[in-house]
């Protein structure tokens, strides 16, 4: 429903109002209130494991 990236960047009601058709803002808030209860929930665990993010094979250029 939401795509988890661009709603860390982008104001969560701001990125769901483009293309929805909630019939008031009312249906709107209960719909991401309940998202984001869903998603605290279910939190995002082992992401990129085997990233190169993770474990950098260089070192960083530090003063």
């Known amino acids: ?3 988890w990236i661009e709603s860390e960047f ?7 109002l483009d ?3 909630y019939p008031s803002h009312a ?3 209960t719909a991401i209130a ?3 209860r869903w998603r ?3 939190p995002k665990r082992h992401f990129a494991v ?3 993010f993770r474990r950098p094979n260089y070192l960083p250029n530090v003063a």
């Open 1 to 3: 429903w939401l795509n």
């Open 10 to 16: 982008t104001a969560v009601r701001y990125f769901t």
């Open 34 to 36: 309940g998202y984001l």
């Open 27 to 29: 249906a709107q808030e």
């Open 50 to 52: 085997n990233s190169k």
């Open 19 to 21: 293309g929805s058709d």
């Open 40 to 42: 605290n929930r279910h």
